[in-house]
Nanobody
Framework: QVQLVESGGGSVQAGDSLRLSCTAS????????MAWFRQAPGKEREFVAAITWGGNTAYRDSVKGRFTFSRDNAKNTVSLEMNSLKPEDTAVYYC?????????????????WGRGTQVTVSS
């Protein structure tokens, strides 16, 4: 089993920045891909970004150029730097770990999930 714990959420104004982090513990051996998903009230969970062990990344179109996903494999930590935040970025953000090494935007491909951290962006 792998446990994931997110941190760094909060309430900010439009245009501000936040940095989310996610630390993995437990059976963390393996070069698994990681991802961030988010879920806004009344909406389905959606893919935000993914990263491979080697640092290759993929983003949903609406966050490209604003969000940066990185990982520190030695510390079993991934981070999501979010800049130029918009009210539509408001959601609970979830960290997820795949059983695969490849990038994937499908939630069903991720086996382990954190409990989420709230990000609220006001206009």
């Amino acid at each position: 089993q792998v446990q994931l714990v997110e941190s760094g959420g909060g309430s900010v104004q439009a245009g501000d920045s936040l940095r989310l982090s996610c630390t993995a513990s437990g059976r963390t051996a393996g070069r698994d891909a990681m991802a961030w998903f988010r879920q806004a009230p009344g909406k389905e969970r959606e893919f935000v970004a993914a990263i491979t062990w080697g640092g290759n990344t993929a983003y949903r179109d609406s966050v490209k150029g604003r969000f940066t996903f990185s990982r520190d494999n030695a510390k079993n930590t991934v981070s999501l730097e979010m800049n130029s935040l918009k009210p539509e970025d408001t959601a609970v953000y979830y960290c997820a770990r795949s059983l695969s090494s490849t990038l994937d935007s499908r939630a069903e491909r991720y086996r382990f999930w954190g409990r989420g951290t709230q990000v609220t962006v006001s206009s």
